[in-house]
């Protein structure tokens, strides 16, 4: 079974640099993907997601995710 995937959010990200202070990203983010079922209870997905930071440090950033899951 395959089953599209769709989120949306908003995040506050913490990022740690070296020799610098830490960076802190306030804004939101869409995702579309799909989840593939390898068996009834673990499946594999896919997604793309897009964020758009607003505070912090703006601006736009995409990206590839690769995950899975388990159903009890």
Known sequence: MVQ?????????????V??????R????YLELGLGFA????VRLQVILGADLMVLGGPGF?????L?????F
């Open 18 to 23: 070296p020799d610098s202070d830490v960076v």
């Open 38 to 41: 390898v068996s009834k209870h």
């Open 61 to 65: 950033g995409f990206g590839p995710r």
């Open 4 to 16: 599209p995937l769709v989120g949306l959010g908003v995040e506050l990200q913490h990022r740690f």
């Open 67 to 71: 995950g899975g899951g388990f159903r």
């Open 25 to 28: 990203q306030l804004g939101g």
